[in-house]
């Protein structure tokens, strides 16, 4: 499985950015998929994960209300929709796949396989 992430950038705070991760393989509606950040000097975090069918969600405290995670199985793309956006929210994001479970994930150990990232930088 091959995940790519795309769509980060520069943006004030306030604003929003969508990213986008393309995967590989043909069992992508069966896999788990999440969401990862890691900033400067602090290790990775959780940001949003999402189930094989989209029908479920979990997010972390600190992003719920307004990023909003979302799959596209016919596309092979998962989404991040991020809004009101903040400093803090400064890092480079990971998108994640997992074929063992379809269930919702919230540890990084959990996940099979990871992309290679996109910064999103905001500014205050």
């Known amino acids: 499985v091959q995940l790519q992430a795309s769509g980060g950038g520069l943006v004030q705070a306030g604003g929003s950015l969508r990213l986008s991760c393309a995967a590989s393989?043909?069992?992508?509606?069966?896999?788990?998929m999440g969401w990862f950040r890691q900033a400067p000097g602090k290790e990775r975090e959780f940001v949003a994960a999402?189930?094989?069918?989209?029908?479920?969600?979990s997010y972390a405290d600190s992003v719920k209300g307004r990023f909003t995670i979302s799959r596209d199985n016919a596309k092979n793309t998962v989404y991040l929709q991020m809004s009101s956006l903040k400093p803090e929210d400064t890092a480079v994001y990971y998108c994640?796949?997992?074929?063992?479970?379809?269930?919702?994930?919230?540890?990084?150990?959990?996940?099979?396989?990871w992309g290679q990232g996109t910064q999103v930088t905001v500014s205050s």
């Open positions: 994640a796949a997992d074929q063992t479970y379809s269930r919702v994930l919230r540890k990084g150990e959990d996940y099979n396989y």
């Open positions: 393989g043909r069992s992508f509606s069966s896999y788990a």
């Open positions: 999402i189930n094989w069918n989209g029908f479920s969600t």
